[in-house]
């Protein structure tokens, strides 16, 4: 809980200033130019896990063992991690092609905001590892006002449009890495001259054999998340880009939320993977995850075009229809998030490229099928549908690693009617707020009761004096 309040200090911090921008985005920048940044973003997306090796994942995990130094687990991520930066300049030309709509007129601003942006990554997971959570929270706030500022001052001011976006990724991303580096006093883990090269070959051969199945991992993840930008592009343009990739602003709200609640959890459950009530944890967090989600999600399907006529500028505005399905999809791809944190806890990380391919590969697939018959909508029904299988094969997997009791009525009711809500508001079906308040009363409702128990046990305990 302490992880997660103070996780929750700088996600909620950081996306607040992100929600803050959503206007400027839309009001200043076209279609187009907004659809080119998130082009972009997806793009630096595809390239960290391909370039980092995901070593980052690995630097956490053997610190957190405690079984080898922390310094020469962290020198050898760094090692890794400035190769990869490296590396990403032969794939700059590439930026050239049409799928990418344009990003190769800022090929120098994005190399530059990449690299510092695969460093923060990577020093704020050594900070993690390190329990310098207060300094995660301290960082990520200053740097996303910073990062907000620069925006408004760029883009509103300047007007200097795509290349002030960029500018200002750097400036935030810029002010992180100094931070984590030198006050954060990272700097003093990181050893120059490493000795006893067999034990470092050691080392870094268990780093890599832990971390290099996230790798394909990741991409596969990335297809099923986030090619659908470049079939939106080649099939029906950019500007339809910048239309999706606003619409995903009101997802992102969850996201955040999640996110948060990630990281927390990540820790807890390596720390008790193991330990002999290791299930039944997993499965009263998982129950307690999946009831807010529900009801959140079921909420925020009910405020779309609410928080569209907030976020959204001019012709922006019509993509709240969007944002159901893509909810429904963010909840599907949150519950697989928890899942893979089994395989992770449990070192067996090859697991979560096999259950991840399924969903790459239909994704990938349904987009392109879908595109032309139901345009953006079946790029959203794509990606949720990925979303869903992949969440239920990495259920079924995961029974041979642990078995977590799991309120099977529930879920299903709870997903059968966030579906059918998600649905018929996208599709504008009659009557459709009225469908939408019912389920959201009903979900609201069996949450209450899949809770009940739990949530008496937890105000019982808090009574408890203390001994």
């Not at 190399?111 to 300094?135: D, G, H, P, W």
């Not at 075009?305 to 001019?314: E, G, K, V, W």
């Not at 019509?318 to 519950?335: G, N």
């Amino acid at each position: 809980m302490t992880n997660i309040g103070l996780f929750g200090l700088s996600t909620v911090s950081t996306k607040l200033i992100t929600f803050i921008l959503i206007p400027l985005y839309t009001g200043y920048l076209s279609k187009a130019e907004f659809g080119m940044t998130d082009l972009g973003i997806a793009t630096s997306s595809l390239l960290l896990p391909m370039m980092t090796l995901c070593i980052g994942d690995a630097t956490m995990r053997f610190v957190l063992a405690g079984k080898d130094k922390p310094q020469e687990c962290i020198s050898i991520g760094l090692l890794v991690t400035l190769g990869g930066c490296l590396a990403s300049a032969a794939a700059l030309p590439l930026l050239n092609l049409g799928i990418f709509g344009g990003l190769g007129e800022y090929k120098a601003e994005f190399f530059v905001m990449f690299v510092l942006n695969v460093l923060t990554e990577y020093l704020s997971q050594v900070a993690r590892a390190l329990n310098k959570i207060k300094l995660i929270a301290g960082i990520s706030i200053i740097s996303s006002t910073i990062m907000g500022g620069a925006a408004a001052v760029f883009i509103a001011v300047l007007d200097w449009g795509v290349q002030g976006y960029w500018g200002s990724l750097i400036i935030g991303y810029g002010f992180s890495v100094f931070c984590y580096l030198f006050p954060g006093k990272i700097y003093l883990q990181i050893q120059l001259h490493l000795r006893d090269s067999g034990q470092l070959f050691i080392i870094s051969k268990k780093m890599l054999r832990y971390c290099l199945p996230l790798v394909p991992d990741a991409l596969l993840w990335w297809m099923s998340t986030s090619i659908n930008r470049f079939f939106i592009t080649g099939m029906l343009g950019v500007a339809a880009t910048g239309l999706f990739a606003a619409a995903g602003k009101i997802p992102n709200i969850l996201a955040a939320a999640y996110g948060l609640f990630s990281r927390a959890w990540q820790l807890s459950a390596y720390q008790e993977y193991g330990s002999k009530e290791a299930a039944h944890f997993f499965g009263t967090v998982f129950k307690s995850l999946n009831a807010v989600l529900t009801v959140c999600i079921s909420a925020l399907i009910i405020l779309s075009p609410m928080l569209a006529s907030i976020l959204f500028q001019r012709q922006f505005y019509s993509a709240w229809t969007l944002a159901p399905l893509l909810l429904v999809a963010v909840y599907f791809s949150q519950l697989s998030s928890f899942y893979s944190t089994v395989y992770a806890a449990s070192m067996r990380t090859s697991l979560i490229m096999k259950t991840t391919v399924v969903g790459a590969i239909l994704c990938a697939g349904l987009t392109w099928l879908l595109i032309p018959k139901l345009g953006l909508q079946g790029a959203s029904l794509a990606l949720t549908v990925s979303n869903a299988t992949v969440f239920g094969v990495r259920v079924i997997m995961a029974r041979t690693i642990m078995k977590i009791p799991i309120d099977s009525f529930f879920f299903t009711i709870g997903a059968l009617l966030l579906s059918i809500q998600a649905v018929s508001a996208s599709f504008q079906v009659r009557g459709n707020t009225y469908l939408s308040l019912c389920i959201f009363f009903i979900i609201a409702v069996l949450a209450f009761i899949a809770l009940r128990s739990d949530m008496k046990i937890l105000l019982q305990r808090i009574r408890l004096p203390k001994k």
